[in-house]
């Protein structure tokens, strides 16, 4: 996926970050090194969308930014339902989002 992004570069399309470097156990073990690749993301494409696909736990959420527009979107088609299977719940973003702030 990031051969075909450098091969757009310049072109109106998003960029894509590394699947391997968003999901919650890789996070917990080399923080560092997600902070870097969204940080290298921020700022190689800071004028386009980015989109990274994200694994809190069993399911994958994609979370795209934009730094010129200055927001995040977090785009979750499984959201979690409460006991009663009905109630919708809010996912947990709170690690991701303390990796975006930092």
């Known amino acids: 996926m990031q051969q075909v992004t450098r091969s757009l ?7 894509f970050g590394d699947l391997g470097m968003m999901a919650v156990n890789v996070i917990e073990y ?6 870097d690749h969204v940080v290298k993301l921020m700022c190689t494409y800071s004028d386009k969308v980015v989109m990274c696909p994200y694994n809190p ?15 995040v979107w977090y785009l979750d ?4 339902r409460g006991p009663d299977n009905k ?15 930092e």
């Not at 080399?30 to 902070?35: A, E, I, N, P």
């Not at 069993?58 to 527009?69: D, K, N, Q, T």
């Open 57 to 71: 736990g069993g399911h994958y959420v994609l979370i795209a930014f934009s730094l010129e527009h200055n927001v």
């Open 77 to 80: 088609c499984n959201k979690p």
């Open 30 to 35: 080399d923080r560092q090194g997600t902070v």
């Open 9 to 15: 570069k310049g072109k109106d399309c998003p960029a």
């Open 87 to 101: 109630k919708r719940l809010t996912r947990d973003y709170s690690i991701i989002k303390a990796i975006i702030d």
